[in-house]
Structures are given as C-alpha cells and as structure tokens.
C-alpha cells in the first residue's frame, strides 16, 4: 500500500519549535515534488512548502517564509518541516503530499492523513 504517515505535531508555545517528519511507504518519493499543506478550521487549505523531487530548489508560502524549512532525504523515504518561531496562526492540521513529476504519465497525488500543530500559550 502507498501511504505517508506525518509526525511530529503537538502542542507548542509561540515562538517555539516544531519538526514534523513523512515517512512514505509503498512507493519511493525520489520521483515526487513533496509538498506541506495545511488547514485551519474554517479556511481553506494553503501550501505552506515545496520541495523539487531532486531536493534542488524550495518554494514557501509568504506567511512562512523565513521560519519554515522543507527538506528530504530520499534514502530514507521522508520529508521534513522544520518549524520555528510559531505562531498561533500556525495552528492547523497539516498535511504532507506527494505530487508526481509528470502528470501526464501518471496523476495521482499521495496525501497523508495530517498531523495537528497547535501554537498556545
């Protein structure tokens, strides 16, 4: 089965930290742009990171930038958010997902189940 599994959500103060982790299995991600969405209750679903299926070049989101890191490790199947300087508006369930390069030979995106990040004090 094709699945990725997120880690790392909690509980955490403003201005704290958070490192959040996918694990893909079933299929590799060295062929997928890894992506982290997120969404807060009554809004929509924003990209918040991306990330090139080579690791060679990384977009984020304005509300992010500067605080978010997106990263792979294609040996071991995985990406990673850093997250740090939270922000309450950070709150929201975020999801990872894993878009493949040519969607004209294939088009179906892999999406995790989500893990909850809840920025309070």
């Known amino acids: 089965q094709m699945q990725l599994v997120e880690s790392g959500g909690g509980l955490v103060q403003p201005g704290g930290s958070l490192r959040l982790a996918c694990a893909a299995s079933?299929?590799?991600?060295?062929?997928?742009?890894m992506n982290w969405y997120r969404q807060a209750p009554g809004k929509k679903r924003e990209l918040v990171a991306a990330?090139?299926?080579?690791?060679?070049?990384?977009n984020y989101a304005d509300s992010v930038k500067g605080r978010f890191t997106i990263s792979r490790d294609n040996a071991k199947n995985t990406v990673y958010l850093q997250m740090n300087s939270l922000k309450p508006e950070d709150t929201a369930v975020y999801y990872c997902?894993?878009?493949?390069?040519?969607?004209?030979?294939?088009?179906?995106?892999?999406w995790g189940k989500g893990t909850l990040v809840t920025v309070s004090s």
């Open positions: 079933g299929f590799t991600i060295n062929n997928y742009a």
């Open positions: 990330i090139t299926s080579a690791g060679s070049s990384t």
């Open positions: 997902n894993a878009a493949p390069v040519n969607r004209i030979l294939y088009n179906m995106d892999y």
